[in-house]
């Protein structure tokens, strides 16, 4: 062995020598962990719920079954057909992590107290309609025979007194048949409603985080008045001939942000001040970090949105958004007029696989003002948004079609085999980004989340993300989206 | 007496204009709404009556009256469709739409029972050397109603155009979940009402002195009224009782200054009771507000305080000058309120101002003939006062957009500050003939009451022009008509807002404005009427 050899063997054998000190060393660390098993005593839930039969209405004469208490973990409960499911106004209903809560025919769950679900990452809750197959292959049926349209529950119903209500890690499914006469009455709202989810008391806090919502009939989730936070959420199919997925009315506050939309019959999140009662807040909702995928196919009227939506008096404001393919963009309504001078945006970035999409980028007949930070950029060329451009114009985008693929990690863009509007559902698809997304680092972070509900584990939001620094739901940094 | 009416309507609607409503960036450019209805309609009424003289100075009088009213209407169709397009800078369409396919079927019949029996003893004693006269009696009535309702709307799922056939269009129930006959819109207008009333009075008239006439009296109403609706128990309102007993005082002085005038002042306390028909918490689809029922609606009472001078120089002729004061509690008014959690949603309920309403005016009344010819003359001006609270949209330099609560004083709804009319009048019975010509003017008055301030639709004045006649053709036969608004009035609603400060947007769609400071919403024009017919005498 000549030294030269030797040298070179030592220079090989440091790091080797180095990586089995460490190996040992962890192996050391390993052998070394220590056991403990200390008896700890957790509280029975109070008023433990039954899974033992299906909660029934039947001969009571009324429609009516009262709930508090704890559904417990693991347990599958079934509210029978036609039966109204009331929480008091003074009582709580919360369901552990794991419990699934099937909803029969014309069945209701009507809050006038305090209703969590309190569903984990590992457990999630589900209130749904068992026995039903999705069908969510890009045009593997058509929307009126989608059973995502079946609406076969009523949905939840927050009454002016539901003082708090929160859905954690919950999926909302087939929902959004009509109330009716006698369900209306007692929930307080409105007999032609066919809401998923109605929230109705502005003094009171509605949190949805993390959860996830199918379907569903009208507006799957009508916040009439609330202080509300909705974090992180994926809507799919949201709405069957109309709706807007998220519309709020006068007297709401809050933020919505992280949330993921495909195939939303009209807008994703509307913001309105139309309605505000005496006493109630104007509306203000704060939206950043959503994604919206082809939105705004469904609805059967003209001229409304798909995406994002501020009228009526609403104010607010809203950056990060990605909307792609979706039939109208982020749309500014000049009559009856948002708050415009309260409401700022910027930082929102679209994708369109034709031109009919590219044309409404910027609504025709709306007073969307394109921002300097849009993508893609409004100086794109000559053609797109030419010199003299209002707010409303008729303008050309064909130049920007296909501009700018935000590089899903697993969705066909550009689209190919399908109509638009038939990607209505996450199916197989993941909308997570690629680290050479042109999404990443292009959002906006010099604002602040606008909370108003209370922040704690259970009985509130957990955890309020402040904007990513990714464009869109899903952050690189494994923040945001956690679907 | 029996009637029967069958009544055939098609009505089809094209409206043109429109508003770019619901936060769309659309001109609505046609508005289609056909209906077709068949009403049928059975009336029977009978009427028994007595008078008897049971002694000299003692009297009774008594009558009794059935009537039953049926109505039914099967499947009313209404259908409406709405075309949109979208037009360029230089007003060429660029594309279109179409919107609220809809077509609506409503089932709908009631019948309604009333039985009411009479009764009047009168005994005119002398008493102090003056003639006095004590009426007493009492009646009864008893009403029923049973109403049935049901409808329901088919819609379709894409935009579909309608070129006049509407077996076409492929309708389908909104959602899979409406088709199972599980969801009725509102059963509470399925229901059955009574309504009982009993009066009973006393009353004396004698001359206190020789000039002054004394009448007065007390009138006891009970009423009580009920109603099942088909809804289930959960539903609060479903059914209900209301009874409420009202004591009646009235006195009349009369002061007879001479042959040919009189002074009168009077008192009396009075009621309107709300029919079951607005009782009912029944919830009917209107043309522009559905219309809903109150349980909790109390009945009005009012003190009405008189004062006038009579003057009757022979003949027909007469004059007649009054002041009057109301006093009026618990008013009946139709608002316009919200309806449950969705925003936009507004109905049409009867509710009473907790304020009360207070009426106050004078009146001149006056006929003079000469020869054939009369004029006939009478002016009212009412000085009517009601305040509520309602609603205002504003903006707080801090909070933001707000809506708060205002007071805001208004006449009563209905009620116009001056009401006049003027009749020319030809009478003769050698020719047999009568002849009227008649103006009418009512002022300005609320047509609706908004629940926003400074925003009630107010009816323009209203100036009518009528003519009739009746000439005796044979013995018993004559021939009467009648040709109505011969100037064509049109009735004309605003609000007192003006029309300038309307969003740009739908300026387009206010055209034909006549008033800088309010803004029309609503005309209507009548045409003018004629009618003639024949008339036997028996």
Redesign the interface.
Known sequence: MTGQNLKEMKKLYIPLIIIAAALLFGSCKKWSAEHRDIYDYKLPAANPISADKPLSCSGT????ITAKGTMLSGKTYAVEG?C?LVINATDTLIMQPGVTLNMG??SSLIVLGTFVSNGSKNQPNYITTPGITKMDAPSQVT??KDPA????WKGIIGG?TCKLMVLRWTHLEFA???E???T???A???????YTL?F?NYKGNFIMEDSWLYGG?DDPM?I?AGQVAIFRNTFEKAG??GGDCVNV??GTVGTMAYNMFIGTATNGQKA???????????T?IVMYNNTFVSGGYRQ?????GACI?Y???A?GMFYNNLAVNCKFGFRV?????A?VA?LSYGYNYQYGDSVKVTNQFY????VTQPQTTDFPSITYSANYLPAGYKP???YDGTDVVRVGNPQFLNFPLPTSGHPLQDYSAIYNFNFHILSTSPLVGKAYTGFQPLIVVPLDPVYGLSEATPPGSDIGAYQLNGKGNQH | MFLQSGEYISRLTSDTLGLGLNSTAKSKQVTISDRNTYTKQNIYNATLQGDHQLADNFRFNWSGVYSLAKRDQPDRTDFSFDQNTVVNSSGGIVSRDSNDVKLTHHWERNSDKDLAGYGNFTYTPRIAGRNVEFQFGGMYRHKTRSAYYISYSLGTTSNIFYHGDLNSLPFVFASQNDATGAYNAASTNDYSATENINAEYLQFKFNLFDKLQLLGGVRIENTWQNYNTAEPVTFPQRNGTISYTDVLPSIHLKYQLSDIQNIRLSYFASVARPGFGEVVPYHIDGEYYDEIGNPYLRHTTANNYDLRYELFPGGADQILVGAFYKDITDPIEYFVVRDGASPSKQDIQPQNAASGAKNYGAEVQFTKYFGLVGVSANYTYTHSRITTDKLLYYNDPIKGLQQGLVSQSRPLQGQANNVGNVSLLFKSNKIGLDMQLAFVYTGERIAQVSPYYNLDYWQHPLSQLDFSFEKTIYKKISLYGKVNNLTNAASKIYLKYPHGNIDPKQQEFLNKQDIANQTMVQSDIYKISFLAGLRYKF
């Open positions: 004469g009324s429609t009516i036609g109204d025919g014309n929307a009126a349209f079946s609406a076969v002016p959004g048949a009509t009716g006469d006698a209306s009455k007692i307080g709202s409105g007999s032609g409603n066919q109605l109705a009939n009508r009439s069957f001939t009315k006068g309105s001040n139309k309605g505000q009662a005496t006493g109630a807040p104007q203000n059967t009227q003209t001229g409304r939506n009228e009526e008096g104010r309504v000049g009559s009856p007029a708050d309260h609504p025709t007949g709306y409303g114009d008729v």
